[in-house]
């Protein structure tokens, strides 16, 4: 039976489709090693016997059970064989972010050297260590703990005792309080500067793949490297592009870029909606996730290790993207520019056959080229409309960490927003423009962008160019090839698209709802457009919109399912923020809150603003109330020193918590000369003050130096709410838990005449 040309074009759709779906499913984990695995071969279930140990309960900096976690993992490192120390200094917010009020910690990170045959540099293997007080960290980052320590021990175990280069392991301190432990190891300079290559390595959810979602340029000998070795290369060039300017969503990486070491960042963001939640426990490990982030990090450790470090060096920025089956494309960035000339004269070619044969004019192909463009900037905002919407319905949304739980759902029904758009728009244009122009208009709106694209961003523009050229060649092929070849030969030129749609448009959902309108619409638009070529001749003549109508009827049920099955309850809890701020001084306090009430926080705040002395305790306070006086001790100042000499006053202090709270804020009026924290100088001068984080209980030293004349300062220590003993807070219901700035603060005055 011969088949119909129509139908001919909907199997090649339907075909292209299938190809999109496989590759996503494939670019997932899935599978791991279990205990019983060869000893040499990263293990994921040998892996989680370190987050079991470690994730029993949160470990933030200052807490009993942060030290115990610290030396739980640097007994393990000397069993591996490392030379093993802990390295505790004092750490910022590195500088350039948040300069006037910084966060300032003590820290202990745990360094184990591996001494290399013949080295010629350090490969430092980097986790931080340490959580947040909301979570038991098991995936923040107790996968990238556990991840590094099976590594070596595999390593090991297969007679790598000495690779040729040094091997460093570094777990750090203080990352969640602002890259404490990072910062504090560049600044003290006791690292290889110039031949260190750093494999960081966090967490942002439970399951995923594992991205290289960012490294230091230039990038070519890193990426190079990552191409030849990485069994599961999930990076491209725009991505890290984008990354690598980003300041929203710090990692160590920030800390370690300015110190001059060659950083790749390597991270997983599935299933965000347990990120720095009570639920980030052992039980939410994804073995699968485990074992892809731990194979990456053997592969990158013999690569590395036994690579001269003086050679990879690459100065220059390359294009990359990956492909199925554990393949890294790497290509200079002239190809990327080759390939967008290329792409531009064969949709010239094409317009010029269309307008030879009077199929469609100039004029109609420009106007359906412009709609096309614009419905990626329209798409962009329907999307950002539709998650507005979404957190406009359930206010929870707008607080949680990133997704809902059960995000299947919107994640589907943000796919076919943008089906729906570009649906809508195709059928405007065939109906408007001709079945001819619309087709190649898109092409053509297609080739602009990417052209623009590659002039300015090559490296980037390859996830763009690279399909969008092999399309239009295939297209303009097809003018060439008897019409009975002209449906296989496009189809077969429509794969890269199909690939790289699945590879960009699933792990721009999984990167969160919230970036969707950024990562995932354009793609669907732009990639999914090219797609719609195969069936440009079984596209119905007349009433199509059914079509886009369609799509619209299935977003709407893919979001009353989402809405109908996403619920809160003990294993699936809700966020919440509460304060309490006791002023010291007066014996008076208020229940304060970044969040407008919740159905929990209700009982203690309302809508109305603070009195202002307490709007300073935290970055945003939205709603207050009163609070009962609970005799919580406050912070103290001992003075050790104050001398004047020269018009400049010196204060030496001693700051305290007699409640044993972890965190302790300093803060003044007028503008110092300079700072010390524990003998270290905190350069430039904080304009106001400084948060200090994991003071012990004898405290923590700090010297002043002002211009001479009295001086008024500002102490405040802030412990977790839930571990404060406050007599007026209930038990929090078990569908909720605390965010992770709920703390109880304490502050005082001291003025120094």
Excluded at 68 to 82: I, N, S, T
Aim: hydrophobic share 45%.
């Amino acid at each position: 039976m011969r088949v119909g040309r129509g139908l001919q074009g909907l199997l090649a759709f339907a075909l292209l489709i299938a190809v999109v779906v496989a590759t996503a499913w494939a670019q997932q984990p899935h599978g791991y090693r279990d205990a019983d695995a060869p000893a040499d071969v990263f293990s994921a279930t040998r892996a989680f016997t370190t987050i079991d140990a470690i994730a029993r309960q949160p470990h933030p900096v200052g807490t009993a059970e942060h030290d115990r976690v610290r030396d739980l993992l640097a007994d393990q490192l000397r069993k591996l064989g490392a030379q093993t120390e802990i390295r505790t200094g004092v750490g910022r917010f590195p500088v350039g972010l948040l300069d006037d009020d910084p966060n300032i910690g003590l820290v202990h990170n745990i360094v184990g050297r591996f001494p290399g045959k013949d080295s010629t540099g350090t490969v430092y293997l980097v986790a931080h260590y340490d959580s947040v007080p909301s979570a038991p960290g098991a995936n923040d980052d107790g996968a990238g703990v556990a991840a590094v320590l099976e590594s070596v021990r595999a390593l090991r175990a297969g007679g790598a005792n000495a690779l040729r280069n040094d091997l460093v392991v570094l777990l750090t301190d203080g990352e969640e309080p602002g890259l404490l432990g990072a910062e504090a190891f560049v600044a003290s300079g006791d690292y290889d500067r110039e031949h260190g290559v750093v494999i960081n390595h966090e967490a942002r959810g439970t399951g995923g793949p594992s991205l290289l979602w960012r490294l230091t340029r230039p990038e070519g000998g890193l990426i190079e490297a990552v191409a030849q070795a990485v069994p599961n290369p999930n990076t491209d060039s725009l991505t890290t592009a984008m990354a690598g300017d980003a300041t929203s969503s710090n990692s160590d990486f920030t800390a370690f870029r300015p110190g001059g070491l060659r950083v790749l960042d390597w991270a997983y963001t599935g299933s965000s909606a347990y990120y720095h939640n009570r639920l980030d426990d052992p039980s939410h490990v994804h073995l699968p996730t485990l074992q892809q982030l731990g194979q990456n990090t053997l592969s990158q450790i013999h690569e590395f290790g036994n690579a001269d470090l003086r050679d990879t060096a690459d100065g220059s920025n390359p294009a990359f993207f990956p492909l199925p089956f554990g393949v890294l494309v790497v290509v200079p960035v002239w190809v990327i520019i080759a390939l967008a000339v290329l792409l531009v004269l064969a949709v010239a070619w094409t317009i010029r056959q269309v307008r030879r044969t009077g199929e469609a004019s100039l004029p109609r192909i420009a106007l359906a080229a412009l709609t096309a463009m614009l419905t990626v900037p329209f798409a962009m905002v329907v999307t950002f409309g539709w998650w507005a919407l979404m957190q406009a319905i359930r206010p929870d949304y707008a607080t949680g960490p990133v997704d809902p739980y059960r995000s299947g759902f919107f994640q589907a029904a943000v796919l076919f927003v943008s089906v729906t758009l570009l649906l809508a728009w195709y059928v405007f244009a065939r109906r408007v423009f001709g079945s001819t122009a619309a087709p190649v208009g898109l092409l053509t709106g297609v080739a602009v962008i990417g052209a623009v694209f590659a002039a300015a961003a090559p490296a980037a523009a390859a996830l763009l160019v690279v399909p969008a050229c092999a399309a239009a060649v295939g297209v303009a092929l097809a003018f060439v090839v008897p019409e009975r070849w002209r449906l296989p030969l496009i189809t077969v030129f429509l794969l890269p698209a199909a690939v790289f749609l699945g590879l960009s448009a699933w792990s721009g959902l999984q990167s969160g709802l919230a970036t969707a309108p950024y990562l995932t619409a354009p793609v669907i638009v732009l990639l999914g457009g090219l797609l719609l070529l195969a069936p440009a001749h079984s596209w119905p003549p007349r009433r199509a919109w059914p079509i886009p109508l369609t799509a619209v009827a299935i977003v709407c049920a893919l979001t009353a399912a989402g809405l109908a099955v996403d619920t809160f309850d003990a294993q699936h809890p809700r966020r919440t923020q509460l304060d309490y701020a006791l002023d010291a001084d007066k014996g008076q306090a208020q229940w304060i809150s970044a969040l407008a009430p919740d159905d929990w926080t209700r009982a203690f705040v309302t809508a109305a603003d603070p009195d202002p002395k307490y709007t300073g305790l935290s970055d945003r306070v939205v709603s207050s109330g009163p609070a009962p006086v609970q005799q919580l001790s406050a912070p103290k100042a001992e003075i050790l020193s104050d001398t004047t000499d020269s018009g400049q006053r010196t204060l030496r202090l001693r700051l305290t918590s007699p409640r044993g709270a972890p965190r302790v804020d300093l803060r003044w009026d007028a503008d110092l000369t300079s700072l010390r924290v524990a003998g270290r100088a905190i350069t430039p001068v904080p304009a106001t003050g400084f948060h200090c984080y994991a003071v012990p209980a004898e405290g923590i030293e700090v010297e002043l130096v002002a211009p001479a004349g009295p001086r008024t300062l500002r102490l405040a220590d802030y412990s977790w709410l839930p571990d404060s003993h406050l007599d007026a807070l209930p038990k929090l219901p078990d569908d909720h838990y605390y965010r992770q700035d709920s703390e109880a603060a304490v502050f005082s005055t001291l003025a120094l005449p």
